[in-house]
């Protein structure tokens, strides 16, 4: 039984299929990608696994769980986190209480506790606080944890950003171009957390336009272009699709 | 370090002394020791009726800086839920001859479902939308209590008993209330519920897509909201002992906003001065008789543009 699968979606804005049949599944642990070029529909597949989006048609299955017509928050309560094309920290607050947002769904805690502190309330606090500080262990942030997170750089932005995704402790992580807006140093580390990643037992699905970077860390390749499915399989075999070529790698993909 | 420079929101500059200083943990000690030695210096029943007022008008901005400040909602009809719990008090009160604090019970339940009423249905709306529909709620609850019986139409009700005869007593009955009120209010804030509250202010969708139920958040801000407004309604009817829907129109929502975004947004002390500076300062310039209210407004004006994140903004620096 695979983790994640995805058979037949479609989805349609009024006249126009963003996603016109797409299927595939993820397995437990393994590195996905989907790519395409622009408007392909690679974020709208992501949108509907995670809730946002309601397909037009289609069966999305999480372990044989529905997850269709679910609302976002019952998704990621079902092992589903995800990361945003354009970053969505949240921007005020500090980067700890960023992390900490992942943690919500495990916190112990009640309006009871909150207003009288007790133990429990406190216990849960420093448990949660540890965690984020776990987290953003593991994603090597080196910036200030306690300022407000639209302070730190760019590629440490994306880091909490991935940092607060697994706090949530997900099986299955979305991750929406990662690697983008990232110089080359960073892309490599990048590459590394995602490797990473895959070591505590999370599957990864991956949008991302650096093929260098895809081909590097994929099992398996999904392409999409203007809504359909064009090719499925391991990234050398992609590589040298005809079709893929023509869609999306163009000339380039010889030179 | 600058001290008088024009700041904006999202800019950061290092704290300046005075601010350090007002982020010690002493200052919640510091405001209510301020507010139980004030009736030595001053116990005239007009003092002690302007101090009153100012409490119940804290309670009030501790309330509406939960649904505003904590979780980003506009509501321009917050007055509502004062006239709920004020209403429910004073009605129960005079036709059932109970004593008012035998009321607050009942008062807790019908604002939270005034809460779920109003909030149910609004919740759904973003932004600007939700403020108009709460501007709306307000009115209607004003208008509906202007034109029933048992609210006791244009005229009120009147002979509301007091909670405590003895005015000085009531005024430390307020005082130790509200203070529980804020006190309440600021670990909800510090709490799991209160940071899923920032997440849905700050950013709607990626709280969603962390797992927070985003809807049932907002409804559970609104409810607490209409709690701490309803209860400071119990308060206002027995310092009055009469009410009328003349005591609730849209100046006062639009006066209790103003508290919370002159004191700063999100920061309970900050809402806490800014309540008491919007309640006591048109007393203060009493003296310019009818231009008191233009010097109000022209120093509100002043202090935004001097300082738009408020006068004591929440911060977004964590201590380690």
Redesign the interface.
């Known amino acids: 039984m695979s983790l994640l699968s995805v058979e037949d979606l479609r989805l349609s804005f009024g006249g126009l299929a963003a996603i016109d049949g797409l299927s595939f599944s993820v397995d437990e642990a393994e590195i996905v990608s989907v790519i395409g070029p622009n408007g392909a529909g690679k974020t709208s597949a992501f949108n509907c696994v995670?809730g946002?989006y309601r397909p037009t048609s289609g069966r999305i299955t999480l372990r044989d769980k529905n997850l269709l017509g679910l609302?976002?928050?019952?998704v990621?309560?079902l092992g589903v986190?995800?990361t945003?094309q354009n970053l969505?920290?949240?921007?005020?607050?500090?980067v700890?209480?960023n992390v900490?947002?992942?943690s919500?769904?495990w916190?112990r805690?009640s309006?009871l506790?909150?207003?009288l502190?007790t133990p429990r309330?406190r216990r849960?606090e420093r448990e949660?606080t540890e965690q984020a500080h776990h987290w953003l262990d593991f994603v090597g942030l080196r910036g200030d944890?306690?300022?407000?997170a639209?302070?730190l750089p760019y590629g440490e932005q994306r880091r909490t950003e991935i940092a607060?995704?697994l706090a949530?402790r997900p099986d299955l992580l979305l991750l929406d171009e990662p690697a983008a807006g990232l110089n080359h140093g960073e892309k490599e580390e990048m590459l590394d957390l995602i490797r990473r990643i895959q070591g505590l037992g999370v599957a990864i699905v991956l949008i991302e336009h650096d093929m260098g970077l895809v081909m590097e860390v994929s099992e398996r390749v999904v392409v999409l272009n203007f809504g359909k499915e064009i090719a499925d399989g391991r990234p050398e075999d992609v590589r040298e699709n005809p079709a893929v070529i023509e869609a999306y790698l163009g000339s380039d993909a010889h030179a | 370090m600058s001290t008088t420079k024009v700041r904006r929101l999202g800019t950061d500059k290092p704290p300046t002394r005075a601010s350090r200083l007002m982020r010690n943990k002493w200052a919640g000690t510091a405001g209510l020791l301020i507010a139980l030695l004030a009736p030595f210096v001053d116990a005239t029943p007009y003092a002690l009726s302007i101090m009153t007022s100012a409490a119940i008008a804290v309670m009030l901005a501790a309330g509406l800086n939960i649904v505003v400040g904590y979780c980003g909602l506009l509501d321009l009809g917050y007055v509502a839920f004062f006239a709920v719990g004020a209403y429910t008090s004073g009605v129960l009160a005079t036709r059932f001859d109970l004593p008012l604090l035998a009321t607050v019970p009942i008062v807790i339940v019908v604002t939270v479902i005034a809460g779920i009423i109003i909030g149910a249905p609004t919740l759904r709306l973003r932004s600007d939308y939700l403020a108009i529909v709460t501007l709306g709620f307000g009115e209607i609850i004003r208008i509906t209590a202007n034109n029933l019986d048992v609210t006791g139409g244009p005229s009120g009700i009147y002979g509301i008993p007091h909670l405590v005869e003895n005015k000085v007593l009531f005024y430390y009955v307020t005082v130790v209330v509200v203070s529980l009120a804020v006190l309440g209010a600021a670990r909800l804030g510090r709490s799991r519920l209160g940071r899923a509250w920032r997440f849905v202010r700050e950013d709607e969708d990626a709280a969603e897509a962390m797992g927070v139920h985003t809807y049932r958040v907002k409804l559970a801000a609104y409810i607490a909201g209409a709690v701490w407004g309803g209860l400071a309604g119990v308060l206002f009817a027995s310092q009055l002992s009469a009410i009328s829907p003349g005591s609730f129109t849209f100046l006062q929502s639009a006066l209790v906003l103003m508290a919370v975004v002159l004191g700063g947004m999100g920061s309970m002390p900050g809402v806490v001065i800014g309540a008491v500076v919007i309640s006591l300062l048109p007393e203060v310039l009493r003296g310019l008789a009818d231009y008191r209210f233009l010097l109000f407004g022209i120093l509100l004006i002043i202090v935004m543009l001097l300082r738009p994140q408020g006068l004591w903004p929440a911060r977004s620096k964590e201590v380690s």
């Open positions: 995670t946002f609302r976002p928050s019952a990621a309560g986190a995800r945003f969505r920290l949240f921007g005020e607050l500090s700890l209480d900490r947002a992942g919500h769904l916190l805690q309006v506790d909150a207003l502190h309330y849960s949660c944890r306690y300022g407000a639209r302070n607060r995704a949530r």
